[in-house]
């Protein structure tokens, strides 16, 4: 994921990130390997510091701390289960007060589509990027793995997805 330079934005190669969980894990590792700084904030220290030092040249950022440090990062990327429908804090909203006005806003929670944390993200006119297509390029590979079938992932596949989750 390469963004462009522009002037007077944050660092193009600095990502902060969410969570120190299993989805942590892979968004971490795959942002490393595109070559951006990844951060890492967590609610528990010990697991933001454990995902870190699993990765190169990671570092960690106090969880109490990371909504002032916003404007040192171009990526922001959700990957707590925080303002998920039905999970813990569904109200889930940082304070982008600090970002910079070039942040992209990731969440991978799909249910809802738009988070409160998306929703504060497009408020203040940020790009966003919600779950959905994560969660179905991911399931991708599952089912070539049962089927032998390469699904496509578009609109429609998208659509008939989520009139599965609202009813």
Same mark, same amino acid.
């Given at each position: 994921?390469? &963004?462009? /330079? /522009?002037?007077?934005? #944050?660092?193009? !190669? %600095?990502? +902060? ?7 942590? %894990?892979? $968004? ?9 700084? $990844?951060?890492?904030? *967590?609610?528990?220290?010990? %697991?933001?510091?454990? +995902?870190?030092?699993?990765? #190169? ?6 969880? /109490? ?12 990327? *959700? ?14 909203? #940082?304070? +982008?007060? !600090? ?7 990731? /969440?991978? $929670?799909?249910?809802?589509? $738009?988070? #409160? +944390? &998306? ?12 779950? &959905?297509?994560?969660?179905?390029? !991911?399931? %991708? ?27």
């Amino acid at each position: 994921m390469e &963004l462009p /330079d /522009d002037s007077g934005a #944050p660092d193009t !190669q %600095r990502v +902060l990130l969410l969570g120190a969980g299993g989805a942590a %894990r892979s $968004v971490a590792v795959s942002l490393a390997a595109a070559g951006m700084q $990844v951060c890492i904030t *967590n609610r528990t220290r010990a %697991r933001a510091d454990e +995902l870190a030092a699993s990765l #190169p040249s990671a570092s960690v950022c106090p969880w /109490d701390e990371w909504e002032a440090t916003l404007g040192d990062y171009a990526v922001l990327v *959700n990957t707590t289960s925080l303002g998920m429908e039905g999970g813990p804090e569904p109200g889930f909203c #940082p304070v +982008l007060d !600090q970002a910079s006005t070039k942040l992209v806003v990731a /969440d991978i $929670v799909y249910v809802p589509q $738009v988070t #409160p +944390l &998306l929703a504060e993200a497009q408020r203040r006119g940020l790009r966003t990027v919600g779950g &959905l297509g994560m969660l179905l390029h !991911q399931a %991708r590979f599952g089912f070539h793995a049962w089927f032998g079938v390469e699904p496509q992932v578009d609109a429609q596949t998208e659509a008939y997805v989520m009139a599965g989750f609202s009813g």
